[in-house]
């Protein structure tokens, strides 16, 4: 029989496809299978996130409930970015925890497996060209990394003391990748990086200086890949060469992630994100001059060490400027590891909470308003998803969730899709003939 691995995947799309990695490399060397039943599991992995504080306080109550149901003999380990950032510290408190395995070390998996109480979390580690046996959770979509790490300094977030420095991967290899997803069916590719728009700065050894709008030009040249998106890409790298690329690629799919984090000119300063709230709406309005179906999508903090009401004022004002589709908002959380993990000039936390209510009350508003406008569209949509209530379920190009009625004979393709029901999240349509 085989031995079976459960994996709990937390965090981004960094992560998810950190546990895809892993699972090839499981069970191609060690012939391990997914379940889905932790307590049959003879590996029980968690790839955690860090990026907050409270997923980082839940990791240790749910190693107790694993650590409870799992079979007699199986073992427990920690990977990603909290493996990174507590290291031996996890065994400390969870003795019965087996390895540790930092993010940007996923490639040792079938190495700490076999050492009790390992721990690997070296930053500096290079697997920016490590032949990563293949699995993927979706047969419709790849996602692949194209850069690990992220050079930024952003005074708020951990990542680049989890991930470690910005190394890009070498353009052959990702098209490579692609070449071999296309020819698997795979009809949408997911590029993914800390910093898409910075790739490129880096590479480890000599290779072809490609930045991130030629990649996209290389990635796009594949026969077979019909969609591409990207994920993150930073405000402060979008030149006019980038969003003059993203405009007249008919490849690359009309949803753009710009995340603000603050609207304030002074916090962003105080965030060190490099760009003003000026830049960021210029950016913006060129983006919808050229591409006027374009849907966008941010990330915002809320009271952020010194924000003033004024200051948060600025950010309504961009969300009222812009209309954002998509709003991920967050109330700021100190991060060990940071800067601003010393800033004392800390906001009162019922503040944090009454302004995340007041933006994301404001939003939803914007979403009723933007609905209504999709209702009697017709959108080409690319089916992923069977649900067990009769709908199929997939994305625009521009990143609507959209569900017909129908069946598996509709995945893998892209249909056009008149909308004929809005809600906030959810669009359901009728395939037109
Ligand atoms: N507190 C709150 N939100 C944070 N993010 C990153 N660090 C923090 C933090 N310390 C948010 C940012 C980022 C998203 C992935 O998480 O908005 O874009
Ligand atoms: Fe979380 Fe950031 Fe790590 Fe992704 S890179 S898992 S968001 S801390």
Not at 23 to 33: K, R
Not at 87 to 114: C, M, Q, W
Not at 417 to 431: A, D, F, H, N, P
């Amino acid at each position: 029989m085989s031995k079976k691995l459960f994996i709990e995947t937390l965090g981004c799309a960094m992560n998810v496809r950190d546990s895809e990695h892993m699972i090839a490399e499981l069970n191609a060397h060690e012939g391990y299978e997914l379940t889905s039943d932790a307590s049959e599991a003879d590996l029980i992995m968690i790839n955690t996130c860090s990026v907050r504080e409270k997923p980082v306080h839940k990791l240790f109550s749910e190693l107790g409930v694993f650590n409870r149901l799992k079979k007699e003999g199986a073992k427990i380990g920690v990977t990603g970015c909290t493996a990174s950032h507590l290291g031996k510290e996890i065994i400390k408190k969870a003795p019965y925890v087996n390895f540790v395995l930092g993010a940007r070390n996923v490639s040792k998996i079938t190495d700490v497996i076999h050492r009790d109480k390992a721990v690997e979390i070296d930053i500096d580690y290079d697997e920016s060209q490590f032949a990563f046996k293949d699995f993927r959770t979706s047969g419709h979509k790849a996602y692949i990394n194209i850069s690990i790490g992220c050079d930024k300094q952003c005074t708020f977030c951990i990542v680049p003391k989890t991930r470690g420095e910005e190394i890009s991967i070498p353009s052959d290899l990702i098209v490579a990748e692609a070449a071999k997803a296309a020819q698997n069916g795979v009809k949408e590719i997911f590029l993914l990086g800390q910093n898409v728009n910075n790739y490129g700065r880096r590479f480890s050894g000599e290779h072809d200086k490609v930045n991130f709008t030629e990649l996209l030009r290389r990635v796009s040249a594949v026969e077979g890949v019909e969609r591409i998106r990207f994920t993150s890409p930073h405000p402060l790298h979008m030149d006019d060469e980038f969003i003059e690329e993203f405009a007249k690629n008919p490849k690359i799919c009309k949803s753009m992630h710009m995340p603000l984090q603050s609207g304030s000119t002074e916090i962003l300063k105080a965030m060190k994100r490099g760009y003003s709230k000026e830049w960021f709406l210029n950016r913006v309005e060129k983006l919808r001059a050229m591409v006027p179906d374009v849907s966008i999508s941010t990330d915002i903090i809320v009271a952020f060490p010194g924000e003033s009401d004024e200051d948060f004022e600025h950010t309504m004002d961009v969300v009222r400027k812009v209309r954002f589709e998509q709003v991920f908002s967050f109330k700021y959380s100190p991060r060990p590891l940071t800067e601003a993990e010393s800033f004392t000039n800390i906001i009162d936390s019922e503040i944090g909470s009454e302004r995340l209510n007041t933006l994301q009350a404001y939003h939803d508003s914007i979403l009723d308003d933007l609905k209504v406008t999709n209702l009697g569209k017709v959108v080409e949509v690319y089916f992923e998803e069977l649900r067990n209530d009769g709908y199929v379920a997939g994305r625009s190009d521009n990143n609507i969730m959209i569900k017909v009625k129908g069946s598996e004979e509709l995945l893998g393709q892209i249909v056009k899709v008149k909308i004929t029901e809005v809600s906030r999240m959810v669009q359901y349509g009728e395939i037109l003939a």
